[in-house]
C-alpha cells in the first residue's frame, strides 16, 4: 500500500469563476431595464446600444442566463402591447404616423405577416339565391 498523504482541505469562498476570457459584463439589472426599454418602443438592438455592447452580447447572455432569457420574452410581449397601441391609434385617427413604417415594425420584431392570397384551385364559386315570396 501506499502511504501518500492527502492534501489538506482548504477552506475557500464560493466564488463563480469564469474559467476563460474576460469578466461577463452582464449584471442581473439588465433584466427589468430591457423590458422597460422594450415597453417604451425600444427595439432589442437598441438596447443593446444602450448599454454599450454589441448585440451578439445579448445572444449570448440569453443562451448563459436564464433570467436575461426570460426577460427578453418578457420584454417583446410589452412591445408587442405598445405596438399594438401604436396600431390601433392610427386606425382608429388617434395618433398621426407612418402606417408603413408601423407595418414592418411589425413583420420584422413580431412576424406579422400577410394573409398569402388563395390559389386558384382554392377559390370556390358560391352562387346566393334569393326567393321571391
Known amino acids: 500500500m501506499s502511504s501518500k498523504k492527502k492534501p489538506p482541505k482548504r477552506n475557500l469562498p464560493d466564488i463563480e469563476v469564469n474559467p476563460v476570457g ?18 417604451e418602443g425600444g427595439s432589442y438592438q437598441g438596447f443593446a446600444g444602450l448599454i454599450g455592447v454589441d448585440i451578439t452580447t445579448l445572444y449570448e447572455w440569453e443562451g448563459n442566463q436564464v433570467e436575461f432569457s426570460h426577460a427578453k420574452k418578457r420584454a417583446k410581449a410589452a412591445h408587442r402591447f405598445y405596438m399594438d397601441g401604436i396600431g390601433k391609434g392610427l386606425m382608429e385617427g388617434h395618433i398621426k ?10 413583420k420584422n420584431d413580431h412576424g406579422m405577416q400577410n394573409d398569402p392570397l388563395p390559389e386558384a384551385d382554392d377559390i370556390r364559386k ?3 339565391g334569393f326567393s321571391e315570396e
Not at 474576460?22 to 415597453?39: D, I, M, S
Not at 404616423?97 to 411589425?106: C, E, L, R, S, T
Open 22 to 39: 474576460r469578466p461577463t459584463l452582464y449584471k442581473p439589472e439588465y433584466c427589468e431595464q430591457l423590458v422597460a426599454y422594450r415597453r
Open 97 to 106: 404616423g407612418n402606417i408603413v413604417a408601423w407595418i414592418m415594425i411589425m
Open 126 to 128: 358560391i352562387e346566393i
